[in-house]
């Protein structure tokens, strides 16, 4: 079974936000809510250098740990997906994802959220598969179309890849091999010129 | 206990209660709101729109059909195949729409050019289709607030006001300011109607944009466009950036870039900002803004010295090298290099070495280069270093002159130019009588409608239209000042000298502004100036344009491949189609019948609008010079239902069958890049590199273009002999061909007898059939333009040589002594033109001005901005107008960052109650501690006063700042008018 | 033409002359730096990556945290050296949770196994004595108080504990459904606890204060076990335990923790680590605060006779009086204690009475 996986090449993320709007515009995700958003360390400093994140689908998950109301589940290709009616909106899993994937549309006092979001994988929610529920609540179910993640299929440079883990891996690997520049080749690929592909 | 759910399964349900108990739960759980996603956009109050949309019930269906429920794929559902309207890359969109309503967007992943990748603002494509902050319906100014209006009223009170200028001051009084955004059939048609009209008063985005690149380039070798393509750049073993920002203004372009870097090619960056172009090279060069034409000499001088130049190449195919070498070697030795763009030479070296030891290398230019005063100048610099090292014309070099807008390419091609016909043909009255007679209008009612000795003259430009409002009328080179202008889809907050702009705008008569979305100038209009200044007759008006996304049509991207848009939806609102607006605003102003002579019409909201196809077809049959007449709608069309053939390196066709007409597409370029020469029914392929000897002209091979006279000072312009495109059966180099040449080859014949009845007396860009073109090229393999060098240097110009001169506001008085500016111009573009005079006079505002102020984009907006920063999507990602500023300059004025601070430029310093912009500073080392950066997308702002009162109703943009360009000093380009928008100076303190 | 190119070199094995191997990478070293020592080697930027946390990155949404992309790394108590987020995850789940519900059922379980082995302690008096123990604004005050708590410990336990008791029996939704309408309830039960809070901290507080008498009260533990109470004052040392240790200490912390995760903090950023910390206070403190108060209200009602009707209706028996809190009766028969302190329409200056039985 495919394993779905998100991988960010930091080489190739010029920081254009593409992924972002596009999962704005798929999801019609709401103003305030960022299912995915980049960030740019050393930013006007060489070296500086992009990623792009959303949620990781942890397999382990910290967010479905702490649920009180234990709303997240997991589909078999290991997408973490959430019940927005089940979900009470307390922020748990906010405060334990690594990643600062989960999002509130408000972060009002009284510690009213409203219901969390997060990035779905393009793959909905528990709702009926493409329904008018599902996409009103999660989004666009884009795996059950057979499509992959809308952030991914539009970045820029191709810089983000999404889809099944061994897939976008040997993708990378390729690039790696290409750019002479892997942990195997430190150095030596730029004094010799690239190995021809 | 994990969970896990079938994605595949129709019905995923949450497996943990089921049956009846699970269906009660949920109706229970229903009662608790999950997020409701374009309602919460409408409570947090970014939907204003929207609830003036819901009182105005016949105008919202298809606005309000998008906010409601979303489409589930249970109406029907079309796809439909657009483009991009941001900027020139041109990336392929299939819109999915339901029961009329755009409800999604898909990627295109067969396009060649950006293989359904996106950048922030084409991913956020579909807003078009809510458009909750557009302009809905005409609307006038009616003391200080605009109004409602019906169209037939405005179109009635707008053509009275023009024929009532007319009649007074004459058809030049009035000033047309078209856009990039039409796409080429409204651009096209938009310059038949002035000159229908009767003026040359007209223009758009590419003046301040590239029209320093295309008069440079053009001169220097024949075409004013990017010379390969963005895909080409695959083959480019180093490439130098220079002036470009490419990661920000064009970020798809960045896949083919990152992907040969990946196979070794080297990147440099030149540019006084350390940008995300420059995070991803190899090497980064710092140079001092305005001071490239130093850097490229500084390049060029190890170039020659140690003799890396091609000599062959530059033997055969150039002129005038010799001359700048003597120049370069001369006058550019590395420390003059250093004192002026402050790069040593160990920089410049390694720079020369990267790009002559991994050849072919290209070449990157944008606005860094062209938005000088000496921009046409720049641009040349980079031609010779190109030349030189023998990069142009080949695969994997050229000069990619990456364009602006997404059609601003084809819009400079056939569109609203103040100095050219469609085509680059020029005013000269012959080519009137070849468009007349290609329009069906007889030549002698067209120049009736002119002033007298007018129709020759180039108008003004859009950099200038308030000097021809506000400048003395004796001086200026027209009968009337300008008293009437239009904004046809051109933001007034993207040319300089902002606060003179109230004033002009103030003074006018008429000021129209047909956008679909109200623009800062609707804003800028409203807003209170000085009494004393405001024409008590001032007529503004308001009217709704439709985007490119409710309208069909082509476009040009920056490789010059044209992409056919189909129409995603119809027109939102009450807006209409910037082609119907032409015709009916003709119709008013008579000349309705002579603009659609040979166009079909068609029904659109019950209303007839030319069909787009048959505009095209017309353009087909007369624009010889670039060769815009191959690309008839079907072949464009063929291949936007095709992409999937076309090689993503080459651009160019394997195989392939349209389904649809039986076109076979095998051999074609993407996009039928011009010049596609000849009729359709020639088949050129279009061609993907200009000027490649290395193939067939059939194939899309050529050499550089004969258009300069075949010699000068003794030297022949032409090419050396053995310098031809592959197969020519003239292997010397030739001139353009035309009747007489053709019947001294004996070629004549080839023509049939009623072509050579029509080509007598004509040259290949007059023939009306197209049949020398195809007696050259497909029978003798020859190029129809000629086979030329190309100029190193261009004597036309100001400076046939490129000069360094420093900018009119500098802050360095000991390089203006050495390196001055022009001379003032008394009437240039019919306005006088000033340059000594201002930087004589500013020569030490460096002490109070110290900054060097630069501007330019960031990657989620565009141009003005009115359009970008009403889409949420995008005005999420940046919610302030901030300015650069290194932490040394920082700390000196107490600024940290996040800082609210005070910009201040000389203009400022004349009024007295002016402060300047306030903008929140942004501390970072990405520009040096001499210089500071400021975006250019925001508008509404004044003085640190927020606008949003004087726009209509409901439709300012969601995100408003203060506009660079307020601040923005006088200063033009001395061939093209451009404006010098790229090095200024500036003085920042933290505001109180 | 182009010097030799590279691509010769390509061919030949090992380097070529005059190649100069690259700087051995500096362990410091930034990433522009490490790129040139170590091309492709981006391990200085998957550090800040890592380090994201205490040195954010530049994004361009406007918010707390969002140049973070991953928590900073911490070790809580009980928790491994990770991100904060997994080390909460450790703390709640590990230890707060499971130690926390065993705590609070062996609570209990030994007030049950008190309740049947001792029953209730304390003698029947006549109701409707003359003494007011408390007066009405006291109760008023205490009520709100008690009620507030019943809510805050009945929605907190839901959400902290009913995934385990209540989600099997009631299902997803019904239970989602259950728990967002008692966490709401929770997020503004709580503030008004916060304010009875205060105003019962205000006014037991100086009854409250350590008196002769309650150390030999607590060495005896009261006198629970020999069935002899120890004499103690208005209230006893336990009591006063309570109020120390569970209304002040415990109580102020709950409140302290949980207006920050109310959001009700003026002027504090609400990181994911203040809210953490915030978290583990609040349920730490909610835990025991609970278990402290199992014992207190089992004693208010059924563990101890009269003392209910007293918080009840305010007034006790001189019996009971005696029997509970012998030198208090003693100061109030003394006169040194009104025994009637809430006056018919002056509260504010009660009367001295003389002393009536
Ligand atoms: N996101 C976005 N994309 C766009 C547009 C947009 O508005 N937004 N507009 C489109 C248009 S119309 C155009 S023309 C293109 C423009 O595309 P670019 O020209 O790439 O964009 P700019 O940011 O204007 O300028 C590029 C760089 O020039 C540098 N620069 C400033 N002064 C100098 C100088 O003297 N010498 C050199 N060498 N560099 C200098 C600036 O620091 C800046 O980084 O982008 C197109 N794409
Ligand atoms: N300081 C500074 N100034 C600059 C620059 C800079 O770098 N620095 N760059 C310059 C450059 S390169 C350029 S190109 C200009 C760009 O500046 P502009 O082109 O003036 O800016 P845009 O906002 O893109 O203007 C396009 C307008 O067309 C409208 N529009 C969109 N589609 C259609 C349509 O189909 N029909 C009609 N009628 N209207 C439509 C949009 O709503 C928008 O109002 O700015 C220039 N100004
Ligand atoms: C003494 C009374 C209180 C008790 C017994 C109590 C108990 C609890 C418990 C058990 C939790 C759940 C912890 C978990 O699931 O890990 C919790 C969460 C919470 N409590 Fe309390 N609490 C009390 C008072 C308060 C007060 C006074 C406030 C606010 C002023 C408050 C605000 C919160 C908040 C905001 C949460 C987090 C859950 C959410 O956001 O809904 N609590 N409390
Ligand atoms: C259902 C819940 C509760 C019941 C049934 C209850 C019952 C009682 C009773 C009967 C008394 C009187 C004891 C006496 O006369 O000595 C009392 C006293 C008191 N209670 Fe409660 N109580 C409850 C909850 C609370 C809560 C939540 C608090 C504060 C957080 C609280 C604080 C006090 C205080 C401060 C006293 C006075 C004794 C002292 O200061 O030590 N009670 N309660
Ligand atoms: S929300 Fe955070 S913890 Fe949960 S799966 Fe996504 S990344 Fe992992
Ligand atoms: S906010 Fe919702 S999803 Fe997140 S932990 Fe709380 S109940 Fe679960
Ligand atoms: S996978 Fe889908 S939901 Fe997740 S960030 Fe990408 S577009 Fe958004
Ligand atoms: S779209 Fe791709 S390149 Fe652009 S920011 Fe996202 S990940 Fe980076
Ligand atoms: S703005 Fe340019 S790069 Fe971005 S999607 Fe549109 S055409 Fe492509
Ligand atoms: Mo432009």
């Known amino acids: 079974m495919a394993r779905m996986k998100f991988i960010c090449d930091a080489e190739r993320c010029i920081e254009c936000n593409g992924c972002v709007t596009a999962c704005k515009a798929e999801n019609d995700v709401p103003w305030g809510v960022n299912r995915r958003r980049v960030v740019t360390l050393g930013d006007g400093q060489p070296g500086e250098k992009s990623i792009s994140v959303a949620c990781m689908h942890c397999s382990d998950a910290p967010c479905m740990a702490v649920c009180p109301v234990d709303c997240f589940y997991r589909t078999e290709e290991g997408v973490v997906l959430h019940d927005k009616d089940v979900c009470i909106g307390c922020g748990y899993c906010s405060y334990a994802c690594p990643f600062g994937a989960p999002q509130f549309p408000s972060n009002g006092t009284f510690g009213m959220r409203g219901k969390m979001d997060k990035c779905t994988f393009c793959a909905g929610g528990p709702e009926e598969n493409g329904s008018a529920a599902e996409i009103e609540k999660y989004g666009r179910n884009r795996l059950a179309e057979g499509k992959l993640p809308a952030c991914a299929e539009m970045c820029s440079t191709k810089a983000l890849l999404g889809g099944d883990g061994d897939v976008i891996a040997d993708i990378l690997r390729t690039r790696v091999v290409q750019r002479g520049k892997g942990s195997e080749v430190w150095g030596w690929g730029t004094a010799y010129g690239k190995p021809k592909s | 206990m994990l969970l896990t759910r079938k994605t595949s399964a129709a019905n995923g349900a949450s497996a943990r209660s089921s049956g009846l108990v699970h269906h009660l739960a949920r109706g229970l759980s229903h009662a608790v709101p999950t997020i409701d996603r374009r309602a919460f956009l409408r409570r947090s109050g970014l939907g204003v729109g929207a609830g003036i949309a819901a009182s105005q019930l016949t105008l919202v269906r298809k606005a309000e059909a998008a906010e409601k429920a979303p489409a589930t794929g249970t109406g029907k559902v079309e796809v439909k195949r657009t483009v991009c309207g941001h900027c020139s890359v041109g990336c392929a969109v299939d819109a999915v729409v339901e029961n009329g309503v755009w409800v999604r967007q898909e990627p295109v992943f067969d396009s060649p050019i950006n293989l359904g990748a996106h950048c922030a603002k084409g991913a956020a494509l579909r807003e078009h289709g809510h458009g909750e902050f557009r302009l809905k319906y005409p609307m006038k100014l009616v003391n200080g607030k605009y109004q409602r209006m019906s169209w037939d009223q405005a179109l009635q009170e707008i053509t009275a006001k023009m024929l009532e200028l007319k009649k007074a001051s004459g058809p030049d009084s009035i000033f047309v300011v078209g856009s990039s955004k039409h796409n080429n059939e409204q651009a096209y048609l938009l310059r038949k109607w002035l000159s229908l009209w009767g003026s040359n008063n007209t223009d758009h985005q590419a003046r301040i944009c590239h029209s320093t690149t295309v008069a440079g380039v053009a001169n220097t070798w024949g075409y004013g466009a990017m010379t390969n393509s963005y895909n080409d750049m695959q083959n480019a073993k180093a490439a130098l950036y220079i002036g470009s920002n490419a990661a920000e203004a064009h970020p798809v372009s960045m896949v083919h870039m990152l992907h040969a870097k990946e196979t070794g090619c080297k990147m440099i960056v030149v540019d006084p900002r350390f940008t995300r172009t420059a995070a991803k090279a190899d090497e980064y060069v710092r140079i001092r803004s305005g001071s490239d034409i130093a850097f490229l000499y500084g390049v060029l001088y190890h170039v020659f010295k140690n003799g890396w130049e091609d000599k062959q190449y530059v033997n055969d195919r150039v002129f005038g090298m010799d001359k700048v070498r003597e120049e370069v070697m001369a006058k550019w030795t590395p420390e003059k290099v250093q004192e002026v763009c402050g790069v040593d030479e160990a920089t410049t070296l390694k720079v020369a070495r990267i790009m002559a030891e991994n050849r072919p290398s290209t070449l990157v230019w944008c606005m860094g280069q062209t938005q000088h005063t000496i921009g046409n100048a720049m641009v040349r610099a980079s031609c010779i270093l190109q030349l030189a090292l023998g990069n142009i014309g080949k695969s994997g070099g050229g000069a990619n002159i990456f364009r602006g807008h997404d059609n601003v390419q084809g819009a400079t091609d056939v569109g609203p130019n103040p100095d050219s016909l469609p085509g680059y043909y020029g005013l000269a009255e012959g080519s009137f009588k070849h468009f007349a007679a290609t329009w069906g209008v007889d030549f002698e009612w067209i120049k009736k409608q002119y002033a007298p000795g007018m129709m020759t003259k180039p108008g003004m430009t859009v950099s200038r239209w308030i000097d021809g409002v506000l400048e003395k009328n004796e001086l200026i080179d027209q009968d009337s000042n300008l008293r009437g202008l239009f904004f046809w889809g051109h933001a007034p907050n993207s040319q300089t000298r902002g606060l003179e702009m109230k004033t002009a705008m103030d003074k006018l008569d008429l000021l129209v502004v047909v956008d679909p979305y109200p623009s800062a100038t609707a804003a800028m209009a409203a807003m209170p100036g000085k009494p004393s200044e405001l024409n008590p007759n001032r007529a503004v008006y308001l009217l709704p344009a439709c985007t490119q996304f409710e309208t069909s049509g082509s476009c040009t991207a920056s490789n010059r491949s044209i992409q056919w848009r189909e129409k995603v939806i119809e027109p939102l609102w009450e807006s209409r189609s910037d082609h119907m607006i032409m015709y009916q605003l003709a119709e008013k102003l008579g000349f309705g019948k002579e603009l659609v002579k040979n166009y079909k019409m068609q029904k659109v909201k019950g209303m007839d609008e030319p069909v787009p196809e048959d505009i095209l077809r017309e353009i087909n049959k007369c624009v010889w010079t670039i060769g815009y007449t191959g690309q008839s709608p079907e072949r464009i069309k063929a291949h936007m239902r095709n992409m999937h053939v076309f090689d993503v390196k080459s651009l160019r066709a394997k195989g392939g069958i349209d389904k649809e007409t039986g076109y076979s597409l095998d051999g074609d370029y993407f996009g039928l890049p011009w010049p596609c020469w000849g009729t359709p029914e020639m088949k050129h392929p279009g061609t993907a590199n200009l000027y490649d000897t290395s193939l067939n002209v059939m194939d899309g091979g050529g050499n550089f273009r004969a258009n300069f006279g075949v010699e000068r000072d003794g030297q022949s312009l032409l090419a050396a002999d053995g310098s031809h495109s592959k197969g020519s059966d003239l292997t010397t180099g030739y001139p353009e061909f035309d009747h007489v040449l053709l019947k001294k080859l004996g070629w004549w014949s080839e023509l049939s007898e009623a072509e050579q009845k029509a080509a007598d007396g004509k040259n290949w860009k007059t023939d009306p059939t197209g049949a020398i073109i195809r007696v050259v090229m497909k029978n003798h393999g020859c190029h129809p333009f000629g086979n030329a060098k190309a100029r190193a240097v261009v004597w036309n110009f100001p400076d046939p040589i490129p000069q360094h001169r420093e900018p009119l506001y500098s802050t360095r008085p000991d390089l203006i002594a050495k390196y001055p500016t022009h001379d003032d111009k008394r009437a240039f573009w019919r306005l006088p033109t000033l340059y000594k005079s201002v930087q004589e006079k500013n020569k030490d505002i460096g002490k109070t001005f110290p900054l060097v102020m630069t501007s330019g984009r960031l990657v989620e907006y565009e141009g003005g901005g009115e359009e970008t920063r009403s889409n949420p999507w995008l005005a999420e990602l940046q919610q302030e107008m901030f300015v650069e500023i290194n932490p040394k300059a920082a700390n000196d004025r107490g600024i940290r960052d996040g800082d609210q601070v005070w910009v201040r430029t000389p203009p400022m310093a004349a009024l007295p109650d002016f402060k300047g912009m306030k903008v929140r500073a942004m501390v970072t080392e990405r520009v040096d501690a001499a210089t500071v950066f400021l975006p250019f997308h925001f508008s509404g702002h004044w003085n640190g006063v927020d606008l949003s009162k004087y726009y209509p109703e409901g439709a300012e943009p969601v995100i408003r700042g203060e506009a660079v360009n307020t601040g923005t000093t006088y200063g033009y380009d001395s061939v093209t008018m451009m404006q010098e928008t790229k090095t200024t100076v500036c003085q920042i303190e933290k505001a109180a | ?357």
């Not at chain 3, 949404?61 to 992309?69: M, S």
């Not at chain 3, 120890?230 to 912390?253: C, D, M, Y």
């Not at chain 3, 990181?271 to 730490?284: D, E, N, S």
């Not at chain 3, 009971?320 to 028969?333: F, G, T, V």
């Open chain 3, 1 to 357: 033409q182009a010097p030799a190119s590279t691509a010769a070199a390509n061919a030949q094995n090992g380097p070529p002359a005059g190649f100069v191997a690259p700087a051995e990478p500096k362990p410091d070293e930034n990433n522009a730096a490490r790129e040139r020592s170590q091309p492709g080697n981006n391990a200085p930027f998957w550090r800040g990556v890592r380090q994201s946390g205490e040195q954010a990155g530049i994004t361009n949404l406007p918010g707390v945290e969002k140049g973070v992309l991953i928590q900073e790394f911490v070790r809580y108590p009980g928790s491994d050296h990770t991100n904060a987020g997994e080390a909460w995850r450790q703390v709640r789940n590990h230890w707060i949770i499971p130690y926390g519900g065993s705590l609070m059922l062996i609570v209990l379980l030994a007030l049950a196994l008190f309740f049947f082995g001792r029953g209730r302690m304390g003698h029947e008096h006549p109701e409707g004595g003359r003494i007011e123990r408390f007066t009405p604004f006291e109760r008023a005050a205490h009520w709100l108080n008690a009620i507030a708590f019943v809510l805050l410990a009945v929605s907190g336990i839901v959400m902290a504990f009913g995934k385990f008791f209540l989600l099997p029996v009631l299902g997803s939704s019904i239970f989602g459904t259950l728990t967002y309408g008692l966490k709401t309830l929770h997020n503004f039960v709580g503030p008004l606890f916060a304010v009875t809070l205060v105003v019962i901290i205000l006014t037991f507080i100086k009854d409250n204060f350590p008196q002769p008498g309650d150390w030999a009260w607590i060495k005896k533990a009261g006198g629970m076990f020999s069935k002899q109470e120890v004499p103690s004052h208005r209230f006893n040392a336990g009591e006063k335990l309570i109020f120390w240790g569970g209304v002040l200490a415990l109580g102020l912390t709950v409140v302290a923790s949980g207006l920050v995760l109310d959001h009700l903090v003026p002027s504090l950023v609400f990181t994911r680590g203040a809210m953490q910390i915030a978290h583990m206070f609040h349920a730490i403190a909610a835990v025991l605060m609970m278990c402290a108060f199992f014992g207190h209200i089992y004693l208010g009602t059924i563990g101890m006779r009269g003392a209910y009707g007293a918080m009840r209706r305010g007034y006790v028996s001189e019996g009971w009086a005696k029997e509970h809190h012998e030198l208090w009766y003693e100061d109030i028969r003394a006169g040194k204690i009104p025994a009637q302190r809430s006056g018919q329409g002056s509260a504010a200056k009660p009367a001295p009475r003389t002393r009536e039985a």
